[in-house]
T-cell receptor, first 115, second 113 residues
């Protein structure tokens, strides 16, 4: 199983809503990532978890709150988002963080629209 | 911090034409290099990767890439493209001891029949 599964695939939310994006992998990977991809732009790193602990926060606004409840799951909690936060949110995992020769596996993404 | 440049933003080719997409990076240390493809409406898929060893790397679907260290380049090639190769192609770099990917701006490849 080399899949990273993200749910939901599409999400429309209002600016006052609270929602969560979910990501799951069963490859035994200990590093998990959230990326944000705006239309016609490359993915940009948001957060990195290593062994369920937050390792990197790329200065992401606090209205995005990541959570890693166990080694297979990664959530992204959303609250009070703005229309400019509309994007494709990609989850990825890799075997380890900080180790040479590691590749990341990406999920299909959640396409988020904030209205 | 590392950065990645893809100079071809939009490439249009006829089927059976040869493809070369440029990728240059800036980083002073050891790097891992990747090419990802994103078909319309689909997720990022790894085409090929370079960690070390033979600088000519072969990937899936007939793609290959050559790492030229002196030029900080990792260009993607395919001898004969197919209509199904229509997609967005991203070059990405991670430092040798980290898994943090930096992506180039992407190249949209359109293959016409």
């Amino acid at each position: 199983d080399t899949e990273v599964t993200q749910t939901p695939k599409h999400l429309v939310m209002g600016m006052t809503n609270k929602k969560s994006l979910k990501c799951e992998q069963h490859m035994g990977h200990r590093a998990m990532y959230w990326y944000k991809q705006k239309a016609k732009k490359p993915p940009e790193l948001m957060f990195v978890y290593s062994y369920e602990k937050l390792s990197i926060n790329e200065s992401v606004p606090s209205r995005f709150s990541p959570e890693c409840p166990n080694s297979s799951l990664l959530n992204l909690h959303l609250h009070a988002l703005q229309p400019e936060d509309s994007a494709l949110y990609l989850c990825a995992s890799s075997q380890y963080l900080g180790v040479m020769n590691t590749e990341a596996f990406f999920g299909q993404g959640t396409r988020l629209t904030v209205v | 911090a590392q950065s990645v440049s893809q100079h071809n933003h939009h490439v249009i080719l006829s089927e059976a034409a040869s493809l070369e997409l440029g990728c240059n990076y800036s980083y002073g240390g050891t790097v891992n290099l990747f090419w990802y493809v994103q078909y319309p409406g689909q997720h990022l898929q790894l085409l090929l990767k370079y960690f070390s060893g033979d600088p000519l790397v072969k990937g899936i679907k007939g793609f290959e890439a050559e790492f030229i260290k002196s030029k900080f380049s990792f260009n993607l090639r395919k001898p004969s493209v197919q209509w199904s190769d229509t997609a967005e192609y991203f070059c990405a770099v991670s430092p040798g001891t980290a898994s943090k990917l930096t992506f180039g701006t992407g190249t949209r490849l359109q293959v016409t029949l």
